[in-house]
């Protein structure tokens, strides 16, 4: 199985700031016949289903705001929220679906400060 | 806009066997893979399986003994059933739908199911 670990387990941010959080694979996510990286990020607010907000490790989903972005190649991985909003509170979790069995990070709380 | 609904049982006695539906509307389910995956009470998400629109599933290897995910495409739903359930199976259950790229892309609301006597 593939082990996906996220940086860090918690996280307080102030509004406006910057946010990082980081995900490390226990292998390679990249598929070699279309060059791309396995590798996606959610959005889980409380009592909710996550929400896809990144995948291909850098591709941000229709609709989701440009302050989110993805990137990271091999095994390391990092999503960055460049001006934190007091909606960006949530737990966020990687996700590699490059090999079965599929596998989350997890998760990372991100709180204000 | 796909939509995906959980359904089923909140509470399973110890022993027994959960089963869940998937209902999807706003699209079919042919063409696709949808997963299911779960998430015990303030924990992460754990996948489950997948299944084909074509039939086909693959398990999640530390529950392959006792999972078993089908569909009824007349019907769009997909569904999911584990057998001899304890407490360590108390969980919200997700459906969720694959996209052209693999990954999931839509998500149900998720139902609670717990494992008590």
């Known amino acids: 199985d593939i082990v996906m670990t996220q940086s860090p387990d918690s996280l307080a941010v102030s509004l406006g700031e910057r946010a990082t959080i980081n995900c490390k694979s226990s292998?390679?996510?990249?598929?070699?016949?279309?060059?791309?990286?396995?590798l996606a990020w959610y959005q889980q607010k409380l009592g909710q289903p996550p929400k896809l907000l990144i995948y291909?490790?850098?591709t941000r989903e229709s609709g989701v705001p440009d302050r989110f972005s993805g990137s990271g190649s091999g095994t390391d991985f990092t999503l960055t929220i460049s001006s934190l909003q007091a909606e960006d509170v949530a737990v966020y979790y990687c996700?590699?679906?490059?090999?079965?069995?599929?596998?989350f990070g997890q998760g990372t709380r991100l709180e204000i400060k | 806009q796909v939509q995906m609904q959980e359904s089923g049982p909140g509470l399973v006695k110890p022993s027994e066997t959960l089963s869940l539906t998937c209902s999807v509307s706003?699209?079919?389910?042919?063409?696709?893979?949808w997963s299911w995956i779960r998430q015990p009470p303030g924990k992460g998400l754990e996948w489950i399986g997948y299944?084909?629109?074509?039939?086909?599933?693959n398990y999640s290897p530390s529950l392959k003994s006792r999972v078993t995910i089908s569909l009824d495409t007349s019907k769009d739903q997909v569904s999911l059933k584990v057998n001899s359930v304890t407490a360590a199976d108390t969980a919200v259950y997700f459906c969720?739908?694959?996209?052209?790229?693999?990954?999931?892309?839509?998500w149900g609301q998720g139902t609670l199911v717990t494992v008590s006597s």
């Open positions: 969720a739908r694959h996209s052209s790229t693999w990954v999931l892309d839509y």
């Open positions: 706003g699209g079919s389910i042919n063409g696709y893979y």
């Open positions: 299944i084909y629109y074509s039939g086909s599933t």
């Open positions: 292998q390679s996510v990249l598929f070699s016949s279309n060059n791309r990286h396995y």
């Open positions: 291909w490790a850098s």
């Open positions: 996700h590699q679906y490059y090999s079965i069995p599929i596998t």
